[in-house]
């Protein structure tokens, strides 16, 4: 069976799009062509997963904004890109088109044009009208309004155009329900579980604690540099890494000048954007996770991915005292939920944590034992595949 996957927002090696479903329908036997775009160049070669790969050059999608700050981007393809991207996916008869990004309508849209028969899927990670009004910060009156009025067409948008999907994969719950009124049963939520490559323990951890992903106020970065201040009071030589792109404005320059002004430069480290596929890598050497993620709208109803991460890999975590990320801590036991706007709370639990073997070692072994029997991606693997095969 032919698969096309379109990822309008991410690129390829960033992407879990591709890290997750795209190989998971590889090695099921799948034929997948997976489609990403760059601002620079164009190409096509098959990757180190046996994966067709189609790099097109857009005229208006910025996956740079779009990944950072998704109120930048509109919903309508410059119409080169779509001429272009209308070329390459009706050239050839894929069975399926799977399709990740807010752009996903324009794109069914042209599948569906061509050929109602055609079966069109959309993932979607998030909500995009919680995004645009809840996660991104803005200053005046003004843009403020804008990012309201934006939010509530985006809502109308993709109500509108969700009937034009065959199937719609969403991450949770709250997303499910959301569409759910509108194409009932034909929503299913594929949980955004973990599935890094094993990169085995690490006895001589190198970081006390580690955060990974978009690194945003929201998400509790202040808070993150404000608990490390505290703790290198009594522990000197702590080291915290980020691992994850700044994706705020004017945010790398703050927290910057708060690890000089706090002399915390051999404290703090900054990673970057990585492969997927190394964030393993980081997680072994690490002791501790954190997700001190804001109490906004959007948190309270959408699960943070880091936390299956921090828990494969044996990582007691501190997280957000709120939501879907107690929830799964409560009831996998493998950490502390506190008030992710208190750097002082924050380390106090970072704290107890560190102090206590055995505490640390029953957190850290609850997170492996829920990991390996329910907060895999193995499971979700076989829901996708159940889906495609229902599809065909």
């Not at 061509?114 to 990670?125: D, G, P, S």
């Not at 990582?315 to 709120?322: A, K, M, R, T």
């Amino acid at each position: 069976m032919k698969i096309c996957m379109i990822d309008l927002e991410n690129e390829m090696l960033t992407a879990r799009f591709y890290w997750k479903d795209a190989n998971s329908l590889s090695k099921n036997e799948f034929d997948v062509t997976y489609i990403t775009f760059s601002k620079e160049y164009e190409k096509e070669y098959v990757t180190e997963q046996g994966i067709r790969h189609i790099i097109l050059k857009h005229g208006q999608i910025d996956t740079e904004k779009i990944s950072s700050n998704k109120f930048d981007i509109i919903t309508n393809l410059n119409m080169s890109t779509v001429n272009k991207l209308a070329k390459v996916i009706l050239k050839d008869n894929y069975d399926i088109y799977y399709l990740n990004g807010i752009y996903s309508p324009q794109v069914a849209k042209i599948i569906k044009n061509k050929n109602k028969n055609k079966k069109v899927i959309w993932q979607l990670q998030e909500s995009y009208p919680d995004y645009i009004r809840d996660y991104i910060s803005t200053q005046s009156f003004i843009k403020n309004l804008n990012k309201y009025l934006y939010s509530f067409y985006i809502n109308l948008y993709q109500k509108y155009y969700s009937t034009l999907f065959d199937y719609i994969i969403v991450t949770d719950d709250s997303i499910k329900k959301y569409f759910n009124p509108i194409i009932n049963g034909k929503v299913v939520v594929i949980y955004n579980y973990s599935s890094l490559e094993a990169y085995g323990t690490n006895d001589s951890k190198e970081y006390d604690l580690i955060y990974c992903g978009g690194i945003t106020t929201a998400r509790g970065a202040m808070s993150i540099l404000k608990a490390v201040k505290i703790g290198k009071e009594i522990k000197s030589d702590i080291k915290m890494v980020f691992v994850g792109p700044v994706s705020e404005k004017d945010l790398r320059t703050k927290m910057d000048r708060y690890i000089m002004e706090n002399n915390l430069g051999k404290n703090i480290f900054f990673i970057g954007s990585i492969s997927f596929d190394k964030i393993g890598s980081y997680l072994a050497k690490s002791k501790i996770g954190l997700a001190p993620l804001f109490p906004i709208p959007k948190y309270k109803k959408n699960i943070s991915m880091k936390i299956f991460e921090y828990m494969q890999y044996g990582l007691p975590i501190v997280g957000s005292d709120f939501g879907p990320i107690k929830r799964f801590l409560e009831e996998s036991n493998s950490g502390v939920c506190v008030n992710p706007e208190d750097g002082a709370e924050i380390w106090k639990a970072i704290k107890s944590i560190l102090e206590d073997e055995k505490l640390y070692m029953k957190y850290s072994q609850n997170g492996k034992k829920a990991y390996k029997n329910k907060y895999n991606w193995t499971k979700m693997e076989e829901n996708i595949i159940n889906i495609f095969n229902n599809l065909a």
